[in-house]
């Protein structure tokens, strides 16, 4: 019934792009493909245009633009449907339930042969669909189960952004330290606040990598984290900044996705790092830097992979290297002299394979160096055999998986309610 419906509509949507040009609505907007300038003789178009016009791309967000995360997704979506010719429709504010697997169905139902989405909580009903419709190939970014799962059509996508974290806690260690100099506090009062919202392993991920960058070039720096428990609340994310504020926090970042945080920031002039993109429209005067999955690169993977008839990679990260992990553009009014220099010679260092974010030698837990860890890194609980994740005296993280999988509580941050 699905395939005869979507053919139906496939065959009205045709007529209605051409009585139209394809309006899209708002929350459910369609775009078609953008024109070359000069067309290519007859001959030599026609095949790679029926191609192009044949597929196209459905995806689904946790939120809309609003939230810096989602909005880092609807901007790569765009960029790398247009960059590769094909059509798409963006599907936002799609909750973490059987919401996610109907608005698959409708994308399919819509003539879509590749599905995306974007939140952690989609992924069950991700699978459900791709079990349903194999014909249809559904990538889910920040899941883990598509390498245990065995649906040749489920496929899961991530990251190393705690590279990009360690990047971005530089600048931060870089600030606290011009800050010591100053005179505005001693080197033992450099402390660091972070807005958290799930104490996940993603979460704990990022700010480990972030404090541990900071730590690289301050080497007193501490961190306090707070959680909203929740990944876009702009009164709460607010709030929680506010409150590390109040406990003497220097600088403040963020895992989370509303400009709560960084508008507390501004309003209380203490500087901040974001998350997924620039703040500097609210933060202007306290904003340093972000970091960012750049998702372009995927999406693009992905497209080309179902274009050119080859399979998509069921569980892929990108680095650096791929142009998958990116800062945003430093604030030079609020970030520390020789702040780019001290990134850049990092970032050289990781593609050098002479630094490591989780290099073990850096840090401890309870007093005590890691010289092993086993990561379940299956996903499949305690059932599952664990994985030794420390080899060459570093934590192995998004190797073996490409989700996040560092879930360790390591001395020099403290958990406050």
Known sequence: MKKLIALLMAMVMVVALCACGGNAPAQNETAAPAQNETAAPADEAAAPAEEAAALKVGFIFLHDENSTYDLNFLNAAKEACENTGVDYILKTNIPEGQECYDAACELIDEGCTIIFADSFGHESFMLQAAKEFPEVQFCHATGTQAHTAGVANY?????????????????????????IEAGEFTADEAKIGYVGAYPYAEVKSGYTSFFLGARSVCPTATMEVTFTNSWYDEALEKEGAQKLI??????????ADSMGAPTACEDAGVPNVSYNGSTISVAPNTFIVSSR??????????????KNGEEIATDWTGTIETGSVELTEINEAVAAAGTADAIAEAEAAFKAGTLHVFDASTFTVGGEALTSYLADVDDMGDFAPETEVILDGYFHESEFRSAPYFDIDIDGITIIA
Do not use: T
Request: proline share 2%.
């Open 246 to 255: 109040a406990n003497d926090c220097k600088l403040i970042s963020q895992h």
């Open 155 to 179: 496929h899961n996508a991530f990251a190393s952004i705690y590279e990009g974290r360690f990047l971005a806690g530089i600048a931060a260690g870089m600030k606290l330290n011009e800050m």
């Open 293 to 306: 999955i750049n998702w372009v690169p995927y999406m693009e993977y992905m497209i080309n992979c179902v």
